[in-house]
Nanobody, 120 residues
């Protein structure tokens, strides 16, 4: 089992930036990739970005391409740099570990989430 802890959420004005962090521990060798998802009130959880631990290949949802960047370091941390934030980016953001995919079923371990609120 992989344990994931997110941090870095908060309140920011539209056009601003935030960086989310996710620290992985436990059986991290069992996970091939890490991802970020988000869920707004009343909506389904949706894919944001994913990265492979080795090699660093990445993929993004169309809605965040060019604004968000996912990265990782050697200390089993994954980051989501969010720039040019929009009110529609407001959501709970969740870190996940699993396969290199873009669906909920690709990821078997999840963090508790961190709230991002973008004011207009």
């Amino acid at each position: 089992q992989v344990q994931l802890v997110e941090s870095g959420g908060g309140l920011v004005q539209a056009g601003g930036s935030l960086r989310l962090s996710c620290t992985a521990s436990g059986r991290t060798f069992s996970s091939y990739a890490m991802g970020w998802f988000r869920q707004a009130p009343g909506k389904e959880r949706e894919f944001v970005a994913a990265i492979i631990w080795t090699g660093g290949s990445t993929r993004y949802a169309d809605s965040v391409k060019g604004r968000f960047t996912i990265s990782r370091d050697n200390a089993k941390k994954v980051y989501l740099q969010m720039n040019s934030l929009k009110p529609e980016d407001t959501a709970g953001y969740y870190c996940a570990a699993g396969r290199y995919g873009s669906t909920l079923q690709d990821f078997g371990s999840w963090g508790q989430g961190t709230q991002v609120t973008v004011s207009s």
